[in-house]
């Protein structure tokens, strides 16, 4: 059959609210033009994360009312560890509320002031974990992740090249290097196993642990499995198991593959870190065997990155983003590609031209999509990266994008059809779209409360 079906039947909805154009004026308006600030009861169709915004199975549901919340060693932290092991294989697993506290302790235990820390593209709260600790975050993309347009199978990959010449002239100074998979900053492009392979032989010759950046390990998986040479004949789980052998640890937000609203996890295999590592979970997640989370995370999560590798829901996640990406793009409107695991990214320096980078063409799309149909996407561009130069005055991010987050499993081939119809439509007036001012704005991560005013 050549038609994808979402696998799964419906057992359980939730309303969502149409609203008119004047009331979503209205209320853009009032959120001064940033939707972060709407409430997300105005919201129709939410694409503004993939984060802890999917639906739970049954099994996942049936899970939860097992949950046993003992203080220490529930039964619910046993399932949890064996599924992490089963998938991830690190002799040692420590449960986090989400994947930043993950970061947070990691790298307090292995990072300090004057270190480097590479990886294919740092995470924002991955970037911001590392230099907490005075250590400076490194991205080093690989060359064909620079032209948007261009489609390559495995764009999330590493600068081998860069890596190695980080790894010779500063070998002493880096504690460990990472590789976030799907790469997420890089618009949810995969990262290819003889990359990861490549990756862990030049960390193993220099000595310097490398840990995997897990997120989304099971898209990814299946971005090898399709794109790969020798992967075809593979199981999801195997790839998945391969991919962790190179590593000596990871860490994970289970919001995304973990199909969980919350939750995650640090592993590793050295002892001598879990146990520093531990102690400082202690301090402020949680004792070891829930680390922040109830027992009823801990199933649901169990449950969930199991699920997460299944074929049909694999294939599914990937054809239903890429429906998107793809009937966006046969109308002309400029995405990068190709269409990532969890997310589209539209250009929207291409789609509005005539407004320059410090007028934020980002956020005019967003504002645009969610006044003319109720959506609500996220802006990655000069607004979330802008910096300043020596002078003081702004400067511009590398690439002003919009991103399209799927959430999983929770819309239907009907949405995404509402959404292709809504974006075609405001690329047709894309003439009459306006710049942006900034008329407030906090000292960090300005793109969660900035406020807005057109010009
Ligand atoms: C979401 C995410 C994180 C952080 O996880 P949280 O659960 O949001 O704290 C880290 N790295 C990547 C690649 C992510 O997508």
Redesign the pocket.
Known sequence: MRTIIEPFRIKSVEPIRMTTPAERAGAIEAAGYNVFLLPARDVLIDLLTD??TGAMSAQQWAGMMQGDESYAGSDSWYRFEQAVKDIFGFAHVIPTH??????RILFSVMCKAGQVVPNNAH?D??RANIEFTGAQALDLPCEEARELAQSHPFKGNIDLAALERVLETRGGQVPLAMM?V????GGGQPVSMANIRAVSQLCRAHQVPFYI?A??FAENAYFVQQREAGYRDKSLIDIAREMFSYADGC?M????DGMAN???FLATNDALLAAQQRDLLILTEGFPTYGGLAGRDLEAIAVGLHEALQQDYQNYRAVSTAYLGNNIAQAGVPIMQPPGGHAIYIDAAKFYPHISPLEFPGIALTVDLYRHAGIRAVEVGSVMFGAKDAAGNPTAARNELVRLAVPRRVYTQSHIDYVVEAIVEVFAQRGAARGYRITEQPAFLRHFSARFAPL
């Open positions: 984060s802890g989400q994947g930043r506290a993950a970061e995470f709260t991955t976030t799907t790469n997420n900053a950046d997120c989304r860490t937000s289970a919001k995304k919350i939750g995650g």
